[in-house]
């Protein structure tokens, strides 16, 4: 429990640990409850713990705590409460353009909406996600070349049929409305190539025997990243088909993953420790801030740097000279930081424990 709690970013430590444990019978009823549950209505549901923010043409889609979506269509300043059909937590949202979009959560919850986040649907929850893997496993066996570890794959796809849905998807990567990638705890990774409809399990091509927690997720063409616990990076140069583990330069864990216009990528995790390769994760050079508390999001803004935040609220910010170097960037909040956006105007919302904060237009270029 110390180590699960110890590693999991974005804050989402406190709100994930009780659903990543052996379901009692009590338990499994509250699971169920939560997963036919509508999120209800919170009138202060913008002070909410609110885990991931994204974009939807110049909406702002804010998701956290209980099922609670948020929309704003004023760039952050206003919000409203979208109707969801789960009340279980939601802890990564992305959309591909202003109407469709994916959120992930507990319970290996995946939803989707078509209407930018008015209404949404569910695609997938843990109980089908781990017959899904098992069933995977169980094929892989019968043409396996290294039976040991084939018959270790379905043994753990077994349990994972047997703990019932409580492990979390946390992070989340569609490159257009069909085809995306989605991981989670205990190295759960799902895709699919029809916006949803189907999915299946990666787990088998990903080289994670320790079935690491897989935290964040980024791409750049036919290559993708996945960053976890323990340090744990691993690349795809097939397009997200399989996977296989780098080096890594950190024996920490990343929350934070992200590539710059010019193809340098960025790690960021635990205690401050931030890395940068320009040779597709062959090698990491350290990218040091001054503070040693841990980083929880990265994004590209929309002049191709990467900005960070930290779970104290401070920003950091690469610049457009040769390097990736991270400068700090504006005063910091003080207050504990889950996920940032850049809303359309320019300006930048952050989403954690205490809500959402609105930094405007006129306050971010004072930071720069």
Sequence with gaps: MYKICQSVGRLVCCIALPLMLPLSLAHAAAVGDALNTPAMIAPQAQHAVLLDLARAGTRLVAVGERGIVLLSDDNGATWRQ???????????????????????????????????????????????????????????????????????RVQTAERLVSDGPDKPFLALKFVDGQHGLIVGAYGLAFTTDDGGQTWRSLMGQIDNPAGSHLYAVARQGEHWFIAGEQGYLARSDDGAKSFSALGSPYAGSFFALQIRDDGTLLAAGLKGNAFISDDLGESFQPAPVPMPISFSDAI???????????????????????????KPYGKPLGAPVASVVQAADGGLVLAGFTGLTRLAPSTVNAAE
């Design 82 to 152: 979208a109707e969801v059909p789960v009340s279980v937590s939601l802890t990564a949202v992305q959309f591909v353009d202003a109407n469709v979009g994916w959120a992930v959560g507990h319970v290996g919850v995946v939803l989707k909406t078509q209407d930018g986040g008015e209404h949404w649907a569910v695609q997938l929850d843990g109980r089908r996600a781990a017959q899904l893997e098992l069933q995977a496993a169980t094929e892989q066996r019968t043409v396996a070349t290294d039976q040991d570890g084939a018959a270790m």
């Design 300 to 326: 590209r803004t929309d002049d191709g740097q990467l900005l960070l935040v930290n779970q104290g609220g401070a920003l950091f910010r690469t610049s457009s000279q040769p390097g990736a170097l991270l």
